[in-house]
């Protein structure tokens, strides 16, 4: 039912990818397989939460300039869909110019939060577990980078 776009598909969402030479050519793939996927989802009887559903354009900083007076006009069920300037996937912060700096900010507030909890407690806990809840809240932040 897609065949302009490529989806990748994880657990409960779905994300659709369609590239083009122009704004035009990728607005007028992305709301082709839109209705495509509405179609398909009324035929077997599922919904999508359109409330829910976002849009992002990746690209360079001079390409993003360049198309700026040019929003695109995605929209599914005669409802136009946000335009976000970062989403979250599978956990990672993406932002319109794949920068890093946005997830970095994320991972770097919640080692902090796991830290200063872990000062907290420190007095009232043995190392044992101590060590553990590190384990638990702080260290897979740094294994995931690996």
Sequence with gaps: CLSKTKPRLFADDTNLTAAGESINDVEAAMNSDLENLRKWLIANKLSLNVAKTEFILIGSKPMIKSISNKQPNIIIENKPIKQVYDC????????????????????????????????????????????????????PYFTSLL
Excluded: M, P
């Design 88 to 139: 979250k996937t599978l956990g990672v912060t993406v932002d319109q110019h794949l920068s890093w700096k946005n997830n970095t900010e994320t991972i770097c507030k919640k080692i902090t939060s796991g830290i200063s909890a872990l000062r907290q407690i420190k007095e009232f806990v043995e190392k044992d577990t101590l060590v553990s809840v590190y384990n638990s809240i702080v260290r």
